[in-house]
């Protein structure tokens, strides 16, 4: 790679850390496109990319195993540092042809699980010695910040050995109470299923899984939980009760009977979150925290998920919350505007009752 090549990327990469910028969009024939507080913008001040650089770029992110994976695959993702300042998560495909480049921004520290406005449910219920908590959300909305930030509050409170396996590291942990190890799907063992069936003669206490979780592997990870060990998993589900129902229904060859009980008693917590831009800049999370008690834990084992809305919307006591009542929230302290809660919101009339004057 060029010089000046190398000063450009290099140059991109700087400002994105400089603005906090979440994301970078390199595509041929289009100036790079950021996402900043969560919407896109365009680098007006860059050059637009031309098929050639983008070409060089495959040399200057990817090692020869990647580049070779990216040829026959056509995707591949990977980490990349720039010297110690940040991480990127770089995932490269193809377009017309030609290839582009989406990278996500992560910063080098880990941020404090207190500090994200997090349910304060969470962190208690990582002390747990086994069970099951989910963390969901759609792409974008800090799944794998959120999850990671548990490990690491684990980290900083307790002596336990921790297994993160991710697709690809993303964060990158040191050692503090805790023992961690960071696995890369690929990497450091040749596939998820492999992995989880090899924890079962290790001395493990948590498993964190950022990674896709295929329907066939669930059975594996209820199991874990259920054996002493405490799983957390992210789950690419817009709100908690949706993770459920996708956990709850038909298993091939499985007797669904039994998956259904095991989650119920494996069954801690699910949380839900969305970032939204906060007024003023900067971005701000709601969530959502279903946790298992007995009402949640029968229901679930009857297979009537359908019900468990109506539990998450009248527990505010127990501890739980709606992701509508945690943007209304937002809305009425003056941190979100009205218009953007609404878009985000899962249960528009919920949330529109929620905001509407007490009379």
């Not at 991710?166 to 960071?182: A, F, G, M, T």
């Not at 899984?209 to 789950?235: H, K, M, Q, Y």
């Not at 279903?290 to 468990?308: A, D, I």
Request: glycine residues 6%.
């Amino acid at each position: 790679m060029s010089t000046t090549d190398n000063a450009i990327i290099t140059r991109i990469l700087t400002g994105a850390i400089e603005r906090q910028i979440s994301d970078i969009h390199l595509t041929a024939g289009s100036q790079p496109v950021v996402r900043h507080d969560g919407k896109l913008e365009t680098m007006a001040e860059e050059q637009v990319m031309s098929a050639e650089f983008l070409q060089e770029l495959l040399q200057f992110f990817l090692p020869e195993d990647k580049q070779a994976i990216l040829a026959q695959q056509k995707l591949v993702t990977v980490g990349y540092n720039l010297g110690n300042r940040a991480r990127f998560r770089v995932s490269v495909s193809y377009q017309k042809g030609y290839p582009e480049f989406d990278l996500r921004y992560i910063p080098m520290q880990v941020p404090a699980a207190a500090t994200l406005g997090l349910p304060k449910q969470l962190l208690e219920l990582v002390n747990e010695v086994e069970g099951l908590i989910l963390v969901n959300g759609p792409l974008g909305a800090g799944r794998t910040t959120t999850l990671t930030s548990l490990i690491d509050y684990i980290n900083h409170t307790s002596a336990k050995h921790i297994v993160m396996m991710s697709d690809p590291i993303e964060y990158v942990l040191v050692n503090d109470k805790s023992l961690i190890e960071q696995r890369d799907i690929g990497d450091d063992v040749p596939n998820l299923a492999e992995a989880l069936r090899a924890l079962k003669y290790e001395d493990v206490d948590v498993v964190a899984l950022d990674v896709p979780l295929p329907f066939s592997i669930w059975p594996e990870i209820l199991n874990l939980a259920s054996a002493g060990t405490l799983v957390l998993a992210v789950v690419e589900a817009d709100t908690t009760i949706r993770s459920l129902e996708y956990l709850n229904s038909a298993w091939p060859g499985v007797d669904s009977g039994n998956i259904r009980l095991l989650l119920a008693e494996v069954f801690l917590a699910a949380s839900a979150q969305r970032l939204l831009p906060r007024l003023g800049g900067g971005r701000v999370l709601a969530t959502e925290i279903l946790l298992g008690t007995q009402p949640v834990r029968s229901l679930l084992h009857e297979g009537k998920v359908h019900q468990l809305q109506t539990v998450l919307e009248t527990s505010r006591e127990e501890g739980m919350h709606s992701l509508e009542r945690s943007l209304a929230e937002l809305v009425t302290t003056g941190d979100v505007m009205r218009e953007e809660a609404l878009l985000q919101s899962t249960h528009r009339e919920s949330l529109e009752s929620l905001l509407r004057p007490k009379t």
